[in-house]
C-alpha cells in the first residue's frame, strides 16, 4: 500500500488556516491531528476530538518517551502534537493534515522532512489587519502587536514547500489537492512503486 | 505578469504522451509547441500547425544562430524544437506544452532548469505491448525491439520531477493539471511575486 503524506498547514494567524483545514476534512479526503495540551477543556470541548486532555505528569511522560512530533509550553500549558496517531494513519495510507504555527511547524520539518510543508498567506496584509479587526475585542495596541508579528512571520515562507494564498476558501482548498496530488505524481514515490510491481510481473 | 510554465511531457513511445497533450490543449489552458523539420510535409499537413516545414539550409541557420532548445538528426531529416514561440507565449503568461521524447527531454533539461519534466508511464509493461501490437504492422522482432527499448527507457524516470500512469486518460490529464496548479504554488515562485506587490502597497 502507499503510505499517505504528511500535509503541514501553517501560516501567520489570521491567514485562515482553520476554515481551510475544517474544509478539506469536510470534503473527506484527509485525517486531520488531534493536539495534546495539559489546559482543562472549555465547555462542549471532548477528549480525543478536540484535544487530548493530559495531565502535566503524563506531558511530562511523553515528552521523555520522546512521543511529541513537537511541543511547546504556551504560558503555564503545554502543547504538543503525538506521533503515534500520525504514524498510523500515514502507515494506513490516509494522509494527515497537521494545523501548526509557524514554529511547531519548523521543529516539525526538522524531523520530518518528507512532509509537506504549506504557508498559508491572507490574500494581502491590508486585508489581515481588516480580519484582525474583525475578530474585535482587541485594543491599538494588541492589534499592532498581532500584525506586526503576522508580518514579521513572512519571512519564514522560504522555509516552506509551497505558499497559498487565500483569498477565497474554496480556490485555496482546491490548490491544496493540486498539491496533494501533484506530490504522489513525485518522481521518486512512483518510482519504485512502478517498478517493483513490474518485477514481481516479470518474476 | 506571472510567467507561463514548460511543462515537458516525455515518456516511452506507446506510453499515450500525444493523447494526453492533445486532450490538454483542447481543455484550452496550454500552448502547444510546434517542432521544426527538414522532412517533406505529408499529406493534409499544414506549415506552421502540424510542424515548421524547414529547408536543410534554413534548419541549419537556426542551429548556428542557436534558435533551438534542443534538435536531433532522424535519419536523413533534422527535428528541433524553436525556441523564440515558446519564450514569447511564457512572457505572455501561457503554459506551454513540449511533447518530446526521453533524448529531446534531457537535452531540455540541460538548459532549462525551470521547466517541469513529466514522465508518462503505460499502466503496466504488459499493456504497453498490447498497445504496440494493436498498433499493428510491426513484424515479432520490431516489436521486440520496441518493446525492449521501452522498457530500458524506464531507466530514465529518476531525471524527471513527476511520473504519472497512463491508465485512464482522464485522470491522467487531471493529474498533470494539479502538478501544472500545485508548481505554481512554488513557495519561490509565489513568494517574490507576494512581498513585491507587498512592498509596493507600504511605498
Redesign the interface.
Known sequence: MERGLLIVISGPSGAGKGTICKELIRKGKCWLSISATTRSPREGEVDGENYYFLSKEEFADKIKNNEFLEYAQVYNNYYGTPKKNIEEKLDAGIDVILEIDIQGALQVKEVWKEGVY??I?PP???ELKKRIINRGSETEESLNTRFNSAYSE?NY??K??????NDEVETAV??I???I???K????R??NN??N??AK??D
Chains 1, 2 share one sequence.
Open positions: 504549506i504557508f498567506l494581502s496584509m491590508e513572512l515562507m522560504g516552506y514547500n509551497y505558499a497559498v494564498i482546491q490548490k489537492e493540486s498539491i496530488m501533484a506530490e505524481c513525485r518522481v521518486h512512483v518510482k512502478y517498478l510491481k513490474e510481473i516479470n
